[in-house]
């Protein structure tokens, strides 16, 4: 179980598009800044370290030479990109993931929030390159933009430069939670998300269904296992197009739990709902291979990740408990099945109740009886007969590409 830390920043990152092409001095800027990052990141291979500072002491003497004009909170923010890169390096040599001399590629350059300028009104960023010489980037705003730009309890974190467009990150102290109304329960599975909603004297049996995250998984399992047999004699082009396969992949399940996630929020916020979820964190996968990727839990821990930051952008309390035998427990008598199996759960007692919303009714009354989810009653029995209220299922999709955010930008 685990309390939300408050008084946490929090962050959103929101992509704009530029008005018109990157001026040539903010193209060359970036330039630049991909020069700096490289350089701090070999420098700081050599010396191995890779803390900001640690590379702005051994690297930015040099670089400066080099660049005697650049910016200097720019090349600052340069080697913590540099950082950031060694050191996600050095969690893949500390797996054995032996991988190559990392370099940053991508053109791009973050600016920290007191080294740029956006004007909410106009939608136009004022960049400095160097002494004397600042370029201007209009930036295409919607009305999904306004709603951001409009709202002043956020402000400005860092700003990442793209060859034809910018992601701002928007920040905010973390709202506190409502006093909640209700409570939604809900035990997470491969396809769905199974639970209750339980308020006044409404308590209904609730799903979300996200079928299509397994059979993506799946199929680009068969599609890299392919790639792997073909060049088979080839491994660092089979290991560049799994790499792809892998990126894209995530993509779109990304995309999907995004939808699922935004579903659930909406419907909780609509009725003041406490949202209750099983501790994912203890669960551990299966031994067999085959099985353990078919039911491999990170779309399911990316979805409680999401679910729960959302949540504690927009206030809605999120409780979190130990999901310990709650597939075979009893809600009415409290015995403990042996069996797993099977879609429904059976007692002995004579409740029975489809296996999956069992478990969040359990979820839920571990999360009453400790006391977190407020001074709720409710009698199991009102949700062996009700109607299914479905919150998102794979016919709602929309077909338009994602809106122009990237949801969690960073997790503090
Ligand atoms: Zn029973």
Redesign the pocket.
């Known amino acids: 179980m685990h309390a939300i830390v408050k008084d946490e920043m929090l962050f959103k990152g929101v992509i704009f598009y530029l008005d018109s092409d990157l001026p040539l001095e903010a193209r060359c800027l970036l330039e630049d800044f991909r020069l700096a990052v490289n350089n701090a990141i070999r420098a700081g291979l050599q010396a191995r370290v890779t803390s900001r500072n640690a590379l702005c002491k051994i690297a930015y003497k040099e670089f400066r030479e080099q660049h005697p004009r650049m910016y200097a909170k720019h090349l600052v923010s340069a080697f913590e990109v540099a950082g950031g890169i060694l050191k996600n390096y050095r969690k893949r040599v500390r797996k054995g993931i032996t991988g190559e001399i990392p370099f940053a590629r991508r053109l791009m350059m973050k600016a920290e929030n007191q080294a740029y300028k956006l004007d909410r009104k106009s939608g136009v960023i004022d960049l400095p390159i160097r002494a004397g010489c600042h370029v201007e980037l209009k930036l295409v705003v919607s009305q999904y933009h306004r709603k951001y730009l409009d709202d002043t309890c956020l402000s400005f974190g860092s700003l990442t430069i793209l060859p034809d467009r910018v992601i701002v990150a928007f920040r905010k102290e973390a709202p506190k939670p409502y006093e909640p109304d209700s409570v939604i329960s809900l035990d997470t599975n491969e396809r769905s998300l199974d639970g209750v909603f339980v308020g006044g004297d409404v308590a209904k049996v609730i799903k979300a269904e996200f079928p299509e995250v397994a059979v993506i998984q799946q199929r680009h399992h068969d599609r890299r296992r392919r790639l792997q047999k073909k060049k088979a004699h080839d491994r660092r082009t089979s290991k560049s197009l799994c790499r792809r396969e892998g990126a894209r992949e995530h993509h779109r399940i990304d995309y999907r739990l995004h939808q699922v996630a935004d579903s659930v929020l909406k419907f909780a916020e609509e009725r003041k709902s406490a949202i209750v979820l099983e501790d994912l964190k203890g669960m551990r996968t299966k031994s067999s291979k085959e099985l353990n990727r078919r039911l491999s839990i990170w779309p399911r821990r990316k979805l409680h990740q999401i679910i729960e930051y959302k949540a504690q952008w927009k206030g809605i309390p999120v409780v979190k408990v130990d999901p310990r035998n709650s597939s075979r427990t009893?809600?009415?008598?409290?015995?403990i099945e042996n069996s797993r199996m099977g879609t429904e759960f059976k007692?002995?007692?004579?409740?029975h109740l489809d296996r999956h919303i069992n478990a969040s009714i359990n979820l839920l009354q571990t999360a009453i009886s400790k006391g977190m989810a407020g001074g709720l009653w409710f009698n199991p029995g009102a949700f062996q007969h009700d109607v299914m209220m479905i919150l998102y299922e794979p016919a709602m999709a929309a077909r338009s590409e994602p809106n122009g955010t990237s949801g969690i930008a960073e997790m503090t």
């Open positions: 009893c809600p009415i008598c409290g015995r007692c002995e007692c004579g409740w």
